[in-house]
T-cell receptor
Framework: RKEVEQDPGPFNVPEGATVAFNCTYSNSASQSFFWYRQDCRKEPKLLMSVYSSGNEDGRFTAQLNRASQYISLLIRDSKLSDSATYLCVVRGGTGFQKLVFGTGTRLLVSP | DAGVIQSPRHEVTEMGQEVTLRCKPISGHDYLFWYRQTMMRGLELLIYFNNNVPIDDSGMPEDRFSAKMPNASFSTLKIQPSEPRDSAVYFC???????????????FGPGTRLTVT
């Protein structure tokens, strides 16, 4: 079983739609959680950290359920520019210095 | 700040040749990571350094791969001999070890796209 699992998609949605991505992780001792965004042929970039209480950044809302070992990302009012791959990331490894990446969920927003 | 710098951006080589990828981390960052990304396996951590010392190389696929960090501003990832299955995008990333864990963002370089024929 992979340490971080995501639905690869793609998710095809029209502009203005709300879309949600889910992710599960296997290491219950994981400490920190993130969503990264990766555009085609570019490097991954941090989108937002995920806090236990849930957090929001504009149109983006991230939530964490430690009991179910489940992370989610909600995007409201999708824009064309949101088209990208969204990577679920968990801090793990010995000493929790390593980031473990999911394989990503691809989002395509169409006009 | 220039960000993480990697070179070359693209490398095409023949099977059996030696390949050296280079990385300059962000100044002041004390952690440096090397990743490999393929369609099949996604983004995999190969090795990481703290204060120029290799800490965890458990992701290095085999002895053909080696990495060094001779000083705080430079690291190399070498593949010798290269094989077609090494074709991938190799990313270098760096971050600080200070501050709260959730705030220690990793900054990625633009990557080196390696093709081994």
């Amino acid at each position: 079983r992979k340490e971080v699992e995501q639905d690869p998609g793609p998710f095809n949605v029209p502009e203005g739609a709300t879309v949600a991505f889910n992710c599960t992780y296997s290491n219950s001792a994981s400490q920190s959680f993130f969503w990264y965004r990766q555009d085609c042929r570019k490097e991954p970039k941090l989108l937002m950290s995920v806090y236990s209480s849930g957090n929001e950044d504009g149109r983006f809302t991230a939530q964490l359920n430690r009991a179910s070992q489940y992370i989610s990302l909600l995007i409201r009012d999708s824009k064309l520019s949101d088209s990208a791959t969204y990577l679920c990331v968990v801090r793990g490894g010995t000493g929790f210095q390593k980031l473990v990446f999911g394989t990503g969920t691809r989002l395509l927003v169409s006009p | 700040d220039a960000g993480v710098i990697q070179s070359p951006r693209h490398e095409v080589t023949e099977m059996g040749q030696e390949v050296t990828l280079r990385c300059k981390p962000i100044s002041g960052h004390d952690y440096l990571f090397w990743y490999r990304q393929t369609m099949m396996r996604g983004l995999e951590l190969l090795i990481y350094f703290n204060n120029n010392v290799p800490i965890d190389d458990s992701g290095m696929p085999e002895d053909r791969f080696s990495a060094k960090m001779p000083n705080a501003s430079f690291s190399t990832l070498k593949i010798q001999p290269s094989e077609p299955r090494d074709s991938a995008v190799y990313f270098c990333a760096s971050r600080t070890g200070r501050g709260r864990p959730e705030g220690r963002e990793q900054y990625f370089g633009p990557g080196t796209r390696l093709t081994v024929t």
